[in-house]
């Protein structure tokens, strides 16, 4: 089944303490993204990858960090989390299209918290 | 820069109503428009997309028209169900681009 997932869906943590959401797919997609959902923001975009060793940042990369090592995974690493990361983590993938229509695949989501 | 615009929600209607969500947006050269659906507890998943200007995608009973002249892509459904109770998310890609811009989304709550 084609598919992402996210591990682990659900993380209660202290700040100052790192932590490592892995996301893995798949379906050979070239290109992975996440997102961080908040209340009456939407979707905002952390950081993507457009292949494997080649990532760049999204509208909201700070106190993040991501690899791509392997096509198929693209785990988020917080160094240091801080209350204000407390939110929900979406990973998505995408094949590329040739009318750029790129259809994005998500997780289930990863439900952090920060204390 | 782009942008997509939502009405606010909560959209609340009786099952069997009719459905509107409004999407406008601006964007540089000719995007390609989406709809995603995301039920309680999962992740967003593509409801419908549209290519081109005057394309209209469909699925499950929605529908929403890629109008070039308005930058609008409003989503409709002729019957809701209580089933399609779930958050609505308009959004585009641009030129190639590899960040796509989503709107804010729109909560659905369908009533017996």
């Known amino acids: 089944e084609a598919q992402v997932t996210q591990n682990p869906r659900y993380l209660i943590t202290v700040t100052g303490k790192k932590l490592t959401v892995t996301c893995s797919q798949n379906?050979?997609?070239?290109?992975m993204s996440w997102y961080r959902q908040d209340p009456g923001l939407g979707l905002r975009q952390i950081y993507y990858?457009?292949?494997?060793?080649?990532?760049d940042k999204g509208d909201v990369p700070e106190g993040y960090k991501v690899s791509r090592k392997e096509k198929r995974n693209f785990p988020l690493i917080l160094e240091s989390p801080s209350p204000n990361q407390t939110s929900l983590y979406f990973c998505?993938?995408?094949?590329?299209?040739?009318?750029?229509?790129?259809?994005?695949?998500f997780g289930p989501g990863t439900r952090l918290t920060v204390t | 820069g782009n942008s997509v615009t939502q009405m606010e929600g909560p959209v609340t209607l009786s099952e069997e109503a009719f459905l509107t969500i409004n999407c406008t947006y601006t964007?540089?050269?000719?995007?390609?428009l989406f709809w995603y659906v995301q039920y309680p507890g999962e992740g967003l998943q593509l409801l419908l997309k549209?290519?081109?200007?005057?394309d209209k995608g469909s699925n499950k009973g929605f529908e929403a028209t890629y109008r070039k002249e308005t930058t609008s892509f409003h989503l409709e459904k002729g019957s809701v169900q209580v089933s399609d109770s779930a958050v609505y998310f308009c959004?585009?890609?641009?030129?190639?681009?590899?960040?796509?811009?989503f709107g804010r989304g729109t909560s659905l709550i369908v009533h017996p």
């Open positions: 959004a585009l890609s641009s030129g190639g681009s590899y960040i796509p811009t």
């Open positions: 998505a993938s995408s094949l590329r299209s040739t009318t750029y229509s790129y259809e994005q695949y």
């Open positions: 964007a540089t050269g000719y995007p390609s």
């Open positions: 990858s457009m292949n494997v060793e080649v990532t």
């Open positions: 379906m050979n997609h070239e290109y």
């Open positions: 549209a290519t081109k200007a005057d």
